[in-house]
C-alpha cells in the first residue's frame, strides 16, 4: 500500500506561520509556573525512625501517604523528594484524569479477559472516590468532569467510532469543537475529568502535612537495606530512615531495586500551550463542553482548555532517549514542538493568529503491558508500582490503596487481580531497546500513513501482547 499524508500533512500551514506562532514560546511547564511559589519542605538531614517511608513527592507517593495517614493516623510518615514535589511528570502532564486503570477496554480485555468488567468498575470507582476526595480534602485543582471527544481525522478512522454509544457524525462532533478535520466523533460524557496538575500535586502535600506526614525534599533516595530487626533502611546523602514498611513511587528514574531496573523506559511526550483565547478566537472554535480532545492516530494528539481559556496541545512524538536516561536536554526538541504547531494550525486554521506562550516536555513511564505493575520486596516489607505509560494522574490514586494493601499482608479485591500479581515483560537491555522501541515508533508511523495498515512487525507484537495503538 503506497504511503498516504495524514491529515495533519495534507492541511499543514506554511512554515512561517508555524515559526510566527512558536516565536513567543518559551521553553517552561505552564502549570508549574501558573501554580507560583510554594511552601518549600526541609531536606533529611538527621536519621529517622518511622512507621512508613515514601520514596516519590509524584502523585504515587503523595497518595500513598496521604492515604496511609487517613487509615491509621498514628502511623508516622516520612516522604522523601528528591528535587520538589510534583517537578517532574505529575506537574507537567496534561491533566486528564480517566477512570480507566488499563489504558482502555481494548487493552483489559487483551491482556486480562475475565477481569475486564471488575477493572472496569474499579475504574469507576476509583474517579468517583478521586472526586469525593477533591470535595472532602478541600483540593483546590480546577477539577472539572467534563469527559472527553475523541475524533476521527481520517477516513478509516471513522468505523472505529461507530460502536461507541455516543457516536457523532462530522456535523455534530464539529457542533462540539469545530475543526475542518473531524469527520467524526465518539463522545464519553463521564469517564475522564480535567485538573491542573502542579496543583493537584501541591494541594495532595499540603494535605499530607496537614494529616502529619513528614515531607522532605532535596533528599533523594540513593539505597536500600535490610537491617538485621528485619525493618528496612532507605539512605540519602545525607540521612538514614529506617523504616518498618516502604512504598516505592519512582515511576520514571531508575529504581531503588535491581529487578526493575529494566521494566520500564523513559518515553518523552511534547507539549505546548497556546496564550488565552480572546472572546472571538473562542467562539469560532465551539468547545462548550470544555472536554478532554484526543484523536485516533497511532501517534495520537490530545488537547484541553485551560481555566483561562488556553488550548494545551501535546503528544504526536513520543522519543525514546538513547540510552534510556531521563535528562533535561531531552526536553527542548525544536522539531517536536515545530510538528505540534504546524498539526495544531492544521486542525484549527481559525486560530492562525494564536501564540503559543509555554513549551515543554516529560518523561513518562513506560512498560511492556502499558499499565502499572506492582510487587514486593525485602520479605514484604517494600513496596513498588510503576509503568503507567501516561495514565497516571487517576491511576496514581488506585495503585497507592493497593502498596497499602500489600504492605498491609491482607488479600483484598484489589490485591487479587491479575494484573496486580503478575509481572510484564521487562524490555531488553541496551542497545536492543533501543532497536526495538525505535522500530515500533517508526511502524506506528508506517501505519498512520498505510490507513491505519499494521505492518508484519506490529502483527506479531499484537499477537504476543506487546502491542500498542493509543
Known amino acids: 500500500m503506497a504511503a498516504h499524508p495524514t491529515a495533519y500533512e495534507r492541511h499543514a500551514p506554511s512554515a512561517a506561520l508555524v515559526e510566527r506562532a512558536l516565536a513567543p514560546s518559551v521553553q517552561a511547564v505552564h502549570w508549574l509556573e501558573e501554580a507560583g511559589p510554594q511552601a518549600r519542605h526541609p531536606e533529611l538531614l538527621a536519621p529517622v525512625r518511622t512507621d512508613l517511608t515514601v520514596v516519590g513527592g509524584g502523585y504515587l507517593g503523595l497518595w500513598a501517604a496521604v492515604h496511609a495517614k487517613r487509615r491509621d493516623p498514628g502511623r508516622r510518615v516520612v516522604l522523601l523528594e528528591a528535587r520538589t514535589v510534583g517537578w517532574a511528570a505529575s506537574g507537567r502532564n496534561g491533566g486528564f484524569c480517566e477512570a480507566s486503570l488499563t ?46 471527544l475523541d475524533v476521527a481525522v481520517e477516513e478509516h478512522q471513522v468505523d472505529w467510532l461507530r460502536d461507541r454509544p455516543h457516536f457523532l457524525d462530522a456535523a455534530r462532533t464539529r457542533a462540539e469543537i469545530d475543526s475542518p478535520l473531524f469527520l467524526a466523533g465518539g463522545l464519553e460524557p463521564d469517564e475522564t475529568a480535567l485538573v491542573h496538575p502542579a496543583r493537584l500535586a501541591l494541594e495532595l502535600a499540603r494535605v499530607a502535612t496537614e494529616l502529619g506526614v513528614e515531607v522532605h525534599e532535596h533528599s533523594a533516595a540513593t539505597a536500600l537495606r535490610r537491617t538485621p530487626s528485619g525493618a528496612v533502611e532507605v539512605h540519602t546523602d545525607r540521612a538514614v530512615v529506617t523504616s518498618d514498611h516502604v512504598v516505592l513511587a519512582t515511576n520514571a528514574f531508575p529504581s531503588l531495586l535491581r529487578r526493575n531496573r529494566w521494566m520500564t523506559v523513559p518515553v518523552y511526550d511534547y507539549v505546548l500551550m497556546t496564550e488565552p483565547l480572546t ?67 492544521a486542525t484549527f486554521p481559525q486560530l492562525e493568529e494564536v501564540r503559543f506562550s509555554h513549551r515543554w516536555a516529560g518523561a513518562i513511564d513506560t ?25 497516571g494522574v487517576g491511576a496514581t490514586r488506585f495503585a497507592a490503596d493497593v502498596l497499602l494493601d500489600l504492605l498491609a499482608g491482607e488479600p483484598t479485591e484489589r490485591t487479587e487481580l491479575r494484573m496486580v500479581r503478575e509481572r510484564p515483560l521487562p524490555f531488553p537491555p541496551e542497545p536492543l531497546s533501543s532497536i526495538g522501541i525505535n522500530l515500533t515508533r517508526w511502524s506506528l508511523d508506517r501505519a498512520d500513513h498505510r490507513r491505519g495498515r499494521r505492518n508484519a512487525f506490529l502483527q506479531v507484537l499484537d499477537r504476543v501482547g506487546l502491542g500498542f495503538d493509543s
Do not use: M
Open 103 to 148: 489504558h482502555g477496554e481494548d487493552n483489559a480485555r487483551h491482556r486480562w479477559p475475565e477481569e475486564q468488567e471488575v477493572l472496569a468498575r474499579l475504574g469507576r470507582e476509583n474517579l468517583d472516590g478521586f472526586e469525593a476526595d477533591v470535595r472532602e480534602l478541600g483540593l483546590d485543582c480546577q477539577w472539572e468532569r467534563t469527559g472527553t
Open 279 to 345: 472572546a472571538d478566537q473562542r467562539a469560532s472554535i465551539g468547545w462548550q463542553g470544555r472536554q478532554g480532545l484526543a484523536d485516533l492516530a497511532n501517534q495520537f494528539h490530545y488537547a484541553r482548555l485551560t481555566s483561562d481559556d488556553r488550548i494545551l496541545w501535546g503528544g504526536y512524538d513520543a522519543v525514546y532517549p538513547a540510552g534510556g536516561k531521563v535528562a533535561a536536554r531531552h526536553e527542548d526538541r525544536r522539531a517536536s514542538h515545530a510538528r505540534l504547531a504546524s498539526h495544531f494550525l
Open 367 to 391: 512498560c511492556t503491558q502499558f499499565t502499572a505493575f506492582y510487587g514486593l520486596s525485602h520479605r514484604g516489607r517494600v513496596a513498588h508500582a510503576a509503568g503507567f505509560t501516561g495514565l
